[in-house]
């Protein structure tokens, strides 16, 4: 549905988008992720032909959105960042107006607007002039704007900043239930969201891509993915990690703190692949030594850390903590 | 009624009832009014002249009194839309930019032309008074549509340059007020000691103060038509110009 091949956005001397290329087909939920100032929002604004790129080549269901951008348009429905609307209207005016700029009229119109107002729970504030809502309600009266003509292709930029849990629970929920007919790119820096709702994450860092797959894939490469944690009580710390590292098929072992009696262990593989092989080691050699073990468990890897080891890497040398 | 049509009416709709959502079109409109019967009856001597005639009573005072209010009218336009950032919403809805420019343009111009038209009073007390010229009336009102449309695309123009709607103001009375002066009396008198007449009355031809005049002497000159028209149409290319600037960044 949406293709997007080497685009490129400069500012000035800055490159604010270097190169992306990457697609998205119906039925995909792709989570845009990335430090501020990375270009998730320019990438957006791009895609949905609010700016011109530098150089590169957008083609959303079959149309050039440069040459041809009408048409392109009418597939794409968008959130911007913010949320912005109109301050001078009212929740179902603002509605109204935007669904007749979409080109529904009459009858239409008024189902697509009540449908939307459904959708994004806007009932209580549908005669509200949309400057006297909450953060939560302005952003969601937005949202009901990106879907009032039922597109195929659904642009949001942060579509959960400045919500409640409640709301972003629920505003997970709705992306993930259009998300079955349609292709849906939202941005976000919330990792937890991309576990929740995406089935393919792109991560950018300075207008480049530096990962891209689902989210298990990503999490794999993690550090710790792989990894066997335990918690011990009544052992030395020392003792613990120096037989730890002695366990068939491990590379090394660590403790990752240690509170009176109990100890927090970890234990890396030689390779990533060994489908909690691992695992069983460890608690054998505990049977073994008779270690108390309160907890045991094969990390999956967390995508805060892939998040922080591949977006600082390009930058700088930061070391990651254990 | 076509795709573009449609689009151009939806943004015009609008634009206007959200003039009449808030006050500040009604303070708007009685401003205007009693700025208009003030100057007309009291500073332009209605009664004094015996004469049953808008000319230099009340059209004289409109190239001023729009130099203050249309820039007023039009300035948030732009502006609003820009540190609203709906720009960004507008702009990716299925029109494009020149629709959104006309549309936006002929709302404040409809509603300066409801100001206009609430002045009819003036009108029917003229009548009452005397033999008033009808074609001449006429020909006054539809000039000072023509003024407020040019300043008004001045000001999209202004309006499109900045977010913060002051510095719009600003810049669309000073452009303004550029354009009228070439052709005011004090002006062309001095112009006229310093350079031969061909040359001044060139110089007074890019004066909207002077294309005015015509109408008010009920003359409908097409040349009169055609510059304010022209005004208006590359003022509004001009602000194209620069939302497209705005969008590449």
Redesign the interface.
């Known amino acids: 549905m949406i293709k997007v091949e080497n685009l490129e956005?400069h500012?000035g001397t800055k490159r604010a988008v270097a190169g992306i290329t990457f697609s998205l087909e119906r039925g995909e939920i792709l989570g845009f992720l990335g430090p501020n100032g990375a270009g998730k929002s320019t990438t957006m604004?791009m895609l949905?032909?609010?700016?011109?790129p530098t150089a590169g080549s957008i083609t959303v269901g079959g149309h050039d959105m440069l040459e041809n951008p009408?048409?392109a348009?009418?597939l794409?429905g968008?959130l911007?960042?913010?949320a912005?609307?109109?301050?001078?209207?009212t929740v179902y005016g603002f509605l109204s107006?935007?669904a007749?700029?979409?080109?529904l009229s009459g009858e239409a119109r008024k189902k697509a607007v009540h449908r939307a107002i459904e959708m994004c729970f806007l009932e209580p504030v549908m005669h509200q002039s949309t400057d006297t809502l909450s953060k939560g309600y302005k952003h969601r009266t937005?949202l009901a704007?990106s879907i009032l003509h039922d597109p195929d292709i659904l642009v949001l930029d942060e579509p959960t900043d400045g919500l409640d849990p409640n709301q972003k629970h629920e505003a997970r929920q709705l992306i993930r239930r259009m998300g079955e007919k349609k292709a849906i790119i939202f941005s976000t820096h919330i990792l937890e969201e991309v576990d929740a709702v995406c089935t393919r994450a792109i991560i950018i860092d300075r207008g480049k891509i530096v990962a891209n797959g689902t989210p298990a894939d990503l999490r794999a490469r993690s550090e710790i993915a792989g990894a066997v944690s335990l918690r011990v009580i009544g052992t030395a710390a020392e003792a613990v990690k120096s037989r730890l590292g002695l366990v068939t098929g491990a590379k090394r072992a660590s403790i990752v703190k240690e509170e009176g009696a109990i100890v927090w262990a970890r234990v890396y593989p030689e390779a990533h692949s060994q489908n909690g092989a691992l695992a069983r080691y460890v608690a054998d050699t505990a049977v073994k030594e008779s270690w108390k073990v309160e907890e045991l468990h094969t990390e999956e890897g967390r995508l805060d850390e892939v998040f922080r080891h591949i977006t600082w890497s390009e930058t700088g040398k930061q070391e990651e903590k254990p | 009624m076509n795709?573009g049509a449609?689009?151009i009416w939806?943004?015009t709709k609008?634009e206007l009832s959200?003039y009449f959502?808030?006050p500040v079109a009604y303070v708007f409109i009685v401003i205007w009014l009693l700025l208009n019967g003030v100057l007309t009856f009291l500073l332009g001597g209605f009664f004094e002249q015996g004469q049953a005639d808008l000319a230099n009573t009340f059209f004289t005072w409109h190239p001023w009194l729009y130099l203050f209010l249309v820039p007023a009218a039009g300035m948030r336009l732009w502006a609003e839309e820009r540190r609203?950032?709906?720009m960004?919403?507008?702009?990716?809805?299925?029109?494009?930019a020149w629709q959104a420019i006309v549309g936006k343009f002929l709302a404040s111009w409809l509603f300066l032309i409801i100001a206009l038209a609430l002045t009819f009073p003036v009108v029917i007390t003229v009548s009452a008074l005397g033999n008033a010229d009808g074609g001449a009336i006429f020909t006054g009102y539809v000039g000072s549509a023509m003024l407020s449309g040019s300043y008004l695309a001045i000001t999209c123009m202004t309006s499109a340059m900045s977010r913060n709607q002051v510095i719009s103001f600003i810049l669309a009375v000073v452009i303004c007020f550029l354009l009228i002066l070439p052709g005011i009396p004090p002006v062309t008198d001095f112009l006229l000691s310093a350079f031969p007449e061909k040359v001044v009355r060139l110089i007074n031809s890019f004066s909207v103060y002077w294309h005015f005049l015509g109408f008010q002497r009920g003359v409908l000159d097409s040349r009169d038509l055609i510059f304010f028209a022209s005004v208006a149409v590359f003022a509004l290319f001009s602000t194209s110009v620069i939302i497209r600037n705005l969008?590449?960044?």
């Not at chain 1, 949905?48 to 011109?52: L, Y």
């Not at chain 1, 912005?84 to 209207?89: A, G, Q």
């Not at chain 2, 960004?88 to 494009?96: A, D, G, K």
């Open positions: 956005k500012f604004r949905t032909g609010f700016i011109p009408i048409p348009k009418k794409i968008y911007p960042e913010n912005p609307s109109y301050t001078d209207m107006f935007c007749e700029l979409r080109g937005c704007q | 795709d449609r689009h939806t943004i609008r959200g959502a808030s609203l950032h709906t960004e919403l507008l702009l990716t809805m299925p029109i494009t969008r590449a960044g």
